[in-house]
């Protein structure tokens, strides 16, 4: 019993970080979709959450202009798509000859960043979630040049990354509290060894 309740402390307050985040998303999401109910945008906060949750805190200020990157990228994508489609229909599988360019072309650009070593451009994981969310945008009615989505983006980045700093704050507090109960114990211990070996 003792172990399980060791190791239920991080899931459940992990639980409780989450359903804040649901709660926060209910306060935000109807400023921009009026009429909204339940959760509506928090699925950007999770990924963010997930892809920087043990990040240092350089690599989560980074990829804020990650996330503005991404989000340019991928309007350059539709942007290259959409011209090169008005040269031809010429479909692979049902995919657009332009959209396969167009990820190509940029996905291409965006690697070569990496050589950059710059504060703004070095942050790969910003700028593909930053991609990944603002086509996901149009599953919710967001069109990826909406610059709406752009603003949703960085909002809900920040509130993963608060998640994720005050989930790795509490790991760390359960690293501390059982350091300090090991050290206990082997102190308890040691005096125990001592007090057999006096009295023998």
Known sequence: MQTFIKRSRLPLVVGVIAAALIFSDS???????????????????????????????????????GYVIGFLAANSIVLIG?????????????????????????????????????FFLDSLPGIFVGIS??????GIGLPPLDFKLL?????????GHACAIAMGAYVKHLERADAATATDAAT?????????????
């Open 188 to 200: 308890v211990t040691a005096q125990a060894s001592a007090d057999s070996k006096g009295s023998d």
């Open 151 to 159: 603003l949703l983006i960085i909002i809900y980045g920040a509130l």
């Open 27 to 65: 306060l935000i999401a109807p400023l921009f979709l009026p009429g909204s109910t339940g959760a509506v945008f928090a699925w950007m906060a999770f990924v963010s959450w997930t892809v920087f949750a043990v990040s240092p805190k350089a690599d989560r200020l980074k990829s804020f202009p």
């Open 82 to 118: 959409n011209f090169i489609g008005q040269f031809t229909s010429f479909n692979i599988i049902n995919i657009t000859i332009g959209a396969l360019f167009g990820v190509f072309i940029v996905n291409v650009i965006i690697m070569y960043f990496e050589y950059a070593k710059r």
């Open 133 to 138: 969310l603002t086509f996901s945008g149009a």
